[in-house]
């Protein structure tokens, strides 16, 4: 729930004029919720009160934090970052560090969310022989069933198109019935991709691994994936093994884009 101070407030009304659906109003040259209209907890009316008058329940509402001002050039380096990002498959025994990745997923926290529901759960796994446990399931599903049979001939020649040599996996799952758990994680995770690879770590979106975790009964008792949920995305991530790329590589395939 929403608190504003009201002696901290002082009746700027940008809390009103910036919420996304309306739930605020001015009553007596003060700010205060509207009876009876459904908050999202975007907290934009926080991130915009000059007076931090605005928290929610027994949280503040805003970081204690200095914001840290962008060099001149951010713009220039933030695309060159997304220009030189690749997808690594050949990886060092060593996994990701938890602590860096923890704080990853901690800041894809503020990736954007259909309605705020940021629904995405993750399963991390850098056992190593969880990691072959899972590979044998869906090398087993393939010779069976028949699908995906380039998973097979790749692995038996040596190449994991599922994993690469990958000694972390991460999985986003949600439950279905949420506004748009997809799309929600895929955006959290591209987020989590750019911040790793901004600090050497290499990553591949693993779509193999999220279709057949999702295939595989085993694995979905594996994993203890919640009932009404889905695995939505992967990635690989491990530090890049003698894989390096120096140069940006033309795009092939141009977009269209229509200006109406």
Known sequence: MIIIDKQKCIGC???????PF??????????????????IKCLHCAAVCP???????EMEGTLEVELAELPINFSKL??????TRRSYRHFKDTPVDREVLNHALWLASWAPSAK?????????IDNKELIEQIMLHILNYVKETG????????????????????????????????????ADTSIALTTIELLLQAQAIGTCW?????????????????????????FYAALMLGYPDKEAYPSIPERVKKQEVKWL
């Open 13 to 19: 009304k940008k809390c009103v004029d910036f919420c």
């Open 22 to 39: 309306t739930v605020l109003e001015m009553t007596e040259g003060k700010a205060q919720l509207v009876e009876g209209k459904g908050c």
């Open 51 to 57: 007076k931090k008058a605005i928290s929610f329940g």
């Open 78 to 83: 933030l695309e060159t970052h997304v220009m």
């Open 116 to 124: 705020n529901q940021h629904p995405t759960n993750w399963i991390v």
């Open 147 to 182: 699908t995906s049979p380039e998973v097979v001939s790749e692995y038996e020649a040596g190449n994991n198109c599922v994993m690469g040599t990958a000694p972390t996996l991460l999985l986003g799952y949600a439950k279905n019935n949420k506004v748009n758990p997809l």
């Open 206 to 230: 693993a779509g193999y691994l999220t279709r057949f975790c999702n295939a595989i009964p085993q694995l979905k008792e594996l994993l203890e994936l919640p009932e009404g949920s889905s």
